[in-house]
Every structure is written in C-alpha cells, then in structure tokens.
T-cell receptor, first 115, second 115 residues
Framework: ETGVTQSPTHLIKTRGQQVTLRCSSQ?????VSWYQQALGQGPQFIFQ???????GRGNFPPRFSGLQFPNYSSELNVNALELDDSALYLC???FGGGGITDTQYFGPGTRLTVL | AQKVTQAQTEISVVEKEDVTLDCVYE???????LFWYKQPPSGELVFLIR??????QNEISGRYSWNFQKSTSSFNFTITASQVVDSAVYFC????????????FGGGTRLMVKP
C-alpha cells in the first residue's frame, strides 16, 4: 500500500508568479485535503476535494484553487504569489467523502518559497 | 468557531523521563473528533490517534497514552519513558460535524528529548 505522495519537494518562485503543486492520494482513498503550514505554526485548512468537486473551503482567497482527477490525485494552484504564501503545503487523503469520522493521512509536503 | 490551544510551545526532557503534552479545545459541535499527529523534522504529519466525543475512555498504546476529559475540554498526550526518537513537533487537531470537513490544528508543541 503506497502512502500519500507530493511533488515537487521544494519550489522557489517570485512574487506574482503562479504555481501548481501535485498530490497522489493513498491507495483506496477518494478524498484529498490541502493545508498550508507557515513556519512555526499549525497547518491551516485550504480546501478539500471529493468526487472531483470542492467539498469544503477554509479562509483562503480565490487565487488558491484546486482540482481532483478521476484517479483521486489532486492539484493545488496558487496565482499571483505573495511573499506570505511561503509555507509548507501539505496534502492529506482519506476515505469516505470527508466526514469528520475520516482520519486524514498526510504526505511529506511541498516547501514553497516566494522571493 | 473551533479552536485548539497547545499552551506548551516547547518542552525539553531527558531520555526516560515521562512527559505530558496538553491540548485544550473549544467547539459548539455536539459530535466531534480529536486527533494527535507527530511531525518529525522531515515534515510529514504522522497520525497517532483519533478519539470521538462520545468516548471518554483513556487509551494506551505502548509508551503512549491519551487522557480525554470532556468536562475540561482537554485531550492530553503522555509519553512514558521518552526516547530521543520521540523528538518532534506534536499537533492536536479537532474536527466537528459542522466544521465543513476541515481539521483545526493547535499551534503545536516541540518536544526535545536529550540523551
């Protein structure tokens, strides 16, 4: 059984650019959640995808968007990057449509640096 | 609104000491789940335990034990006979039935176990 994988591991961008982060869910899981973790803080929920649709969103602006594909993998897109977007981006997968009973299993994260 | 507070930002112990990590939560949900995750330096969040709001039984898993007290809204985590490999940041998280599928994390407690 493969765990959650994310790519790339590290990324450096400049202000105003756009970035795409990728996540492959754990085998058997159909739901993907994305979190942003700033240095020294706890993860903050960005959004969740189930059945290829957004299934809940945290307090993030529309320039944060996502996709889920038929194989349950997912992308996080961030447009018009700002310095404050520098963070570790974590993807988590779970089974069952995102109910609170679902345990979320996390990938290793993508560290994004915006200069 | 949901909130998780981990008042201890950093704890340092010597190997073989017992250590307790505190977690206090706030929620208006009647049904909710509490989680503990471990984040080693590699960055990946490792799932440790899930506990639902209807089950106040304490749980023990090897050197790990958890004490859930609904009356004080606390879900504390104790490591017995700590080891250097326990050094990591530990996060307490909360999910509720009205939380829109998101987990709310505390700020984390950095545990350093010295040999």
């Amino acid at each position: 059984e493969t765990g959650v994988t994310q790519s790339p591991t590290h990324l450096i961008k400049t202000r105003g650019q756009q970035v795409t982060l990728r996540c492959s869910s754990q085998s058997g899981h159909n739901t993907v959640s994305w979190y942003q973790q700033a240095l020294g803080q706890g993860p903050q929920f960005i959004f969740q995808y189930y059945r290829e649709e957004e299934n809940g969103r945290g307090n993030f602006p529309p320039r944060f968007s996502g996709l889920q594909f038929p194989n349950y993998s997912s992308e996080l897109n961030v447009n018009a990057l700002e310095l404050d977007d520098s963070a570790l981006y974590l993807c988590a997968s779970s089974f069952g449509g995102g109910g609170i009973t679902d345990t979320q299993y996390f990938g290793p994260g993508t560290r994004l640096t915006v200069l | 609104a949901q909130k998780v507070t981990q008042a201890q930002t950093e704890i340092s112990v010597v190997e073989k000491e017992d250590v307790t990590l505190d977690c206090v939560y706030e929620t208006r949900d009647t049904t909710y789940y509490l989680f503990w995750y471990k984040q080693p330096p590699s960055g990946e969040l490792v799932f440790l335990i899930r506990r639902n709001s209807f089950d106040e039984q304490n749980e023990i898993s090897g050197r790990y034990s958890w004490n859930f007290q609904k009356s004080t809204s606390s879900f504390n985590f104790t490591i017995t006979a700590s080891q250097v490999v326990d050094s990591a940041v530990y996060f307490c998280a909360l999910g509720g039935n009205n939380a829109g599928n998101m987990l709310t994390f505390g700020g984390g407690t950095r545990l350093m176990v010295k040999p």
